[in-house]
């Protein structure tokens, strides 16, 4: 082996090749070196280049109140935000001819009747989300006569807003929603009262945020809002929103999703556990069932299918994966990185319906909206066979069932048997006498007992997981062969049905941790 390479480094081609090679790589690492210290050198001077903020003459600290970069004080832009601001000033202290506001509200005055409109004037109302559906809706209210609203927004408009928002312009792109939105309608109803909030909504700040109006801070009490319009299009957020709403009893609209739909004649008002072609309002559903919140939220949804042709939520290119973490790519933390196919009209009518519904609803005008289909008699139903079949399959065990209780909700049903199962048999698809009960037997007991005596307390230990739904004549034979029985359950059902059930199963396991 030794006598091989010293025969081999003796070879003059094998020594030569070996210098190349050599020289190729020191070549290589002084042009990469010299490249790395090229961009050095052109960051630094792209850095030293940016007057420093604290610069009392670098235009960004020259914002004016509306948020955005001041412009020169000559420009007709800045001339007109000043007259706007001074007249918007005057009106709200109360400087403003009443008869001029009746005049311009003289359509909706007769419309509404004047105690309607009196209504309206003295109404307080919440918008979260001021991007297209959320700018239509506020553009709509202060155009109808609301004399108090407060936006709540983190966003900025961008280039691509203006497809959608209800009055952004080119000189708006990178100022904040909020301060957009006062800027613009200010010029169109100046006595309207507005309370800016640039920030992110979530649970820790809904209480401060969905909070009374005060005309003075600090001050006691206020004017608790009479309604709150949900323009948010992240799940979770827009969850914690109509949790609290729903908790709190604050009247409350929420706008589903508008993207990917095309066809306004769809567009409807029903209630939230009713709405089911989008996924936008599925997914919130979804959500708010697991929470107990089965129906009682009016909202603004599209009954659009999606079809050949239409478009369809895009997925990410590659390139943008190679940038780097995805998570990075998003506007914020936990917010969707996706690109999002929206006809710019669609927005502004779901947000002018959603207005159209708090209008109506403040000024006492009659809604007669199609009801939504009661449920609540088939959950309770379904409730009281899961109890009972519990109580059944642990007797079958060998186990005392007295005072067995089931962790089983009326969200859990709902969300089950609606969204899971769509009210059908996953055996059969008869979507009549439907009911929940376990699919496989459970290997050693179905119930977890804890203290003793007079304290001891019996739970099932049925989960979300673990529930199918059936026809009642199919539960009575599943509890025969598979409970009773102890039948595989491949000698009942076949591979298919089989394999159908536990993908279904896998997909509402999955949602355990949003109960």
Known sequence: MSSFFSNSLANPRLQLLATAVASGATVASLILGYQALQREERLV?????????????????????????????????????????????????????????????????????????????????????????????????????????????????????????????????????????????????PWVKYDLQQEKFDASVAERLLGPWKENKGAEGGQRPDFIVDAIDNIDTKVELLKYCHDNSLPVISAMGAGCKSDPTRIIVGDIGASRDDGLSRATRRRLKLLGITSGIPAVFSTEQSGEGKAELLPLPDEEFQKGSVGDLGVMPSFRVRILPVLGTMPAIFGLTAANHVILSIAGYPLDYVPAKGREKMYEGIMTFVQGSEERLARALGLDAVGLKTPITMGDVAFLSEEMYHARSIISGIATKIVLIRWRKPEGSNMAVIGEGKQVQKCSTVQLGDLVCMTKEEAARHEKEIFRASKPLHEVYDE???????????????????R
Do not use: W
Request: hydrophobic share 45%; aromatic share 4%; glycine share 6%.
């Open 496 to 514: 298919v049905t089989i394999r159908r059930v536990d993908a279904r199963l896998a997909i509402a396991a999955k949602h355990q941790m949003y």
């Open 45 to 189: 001077e792209l850095k030293s280049s940016i007057p420093p903020l604290t610069d009392s003459d670098h235009p960004l600290n020259k914002l004016n109140s509306f948020g955005a970069a001041a412009a020169s004080s000559d420009s007709p832009a800045d001339l007109e935000d000043a007259r706007t601001q001074a007249l918007a000033k005057r009106a709200q202290a109360g400087d403003y001819d009443e008869e001029l506001i009746v005049e311009q509200l003289a359509r909706n005055r007769v419309f509404l009747t004047p105690e309607g409109l009196t209504k309206l004037l003295n109404a307080f109302v919440i918008v979260v989300g001021c991007g297209g559906v959320g700018s239509h809706c506020i553009a709509s209210l202060a155009r109808s006569g609301v004399s108090k609203l407060r936006l709540i927004d983190f966003d900025q408009v961008t280039l691509s807003s203006l497809n959608r928002h209800a009055v952004a312009t080119l000189a708006d792109v990178g100022a904040s929603k909020v301060h957009c939105l006062q800027r613009r309608l200010m010029a169109v109803a």
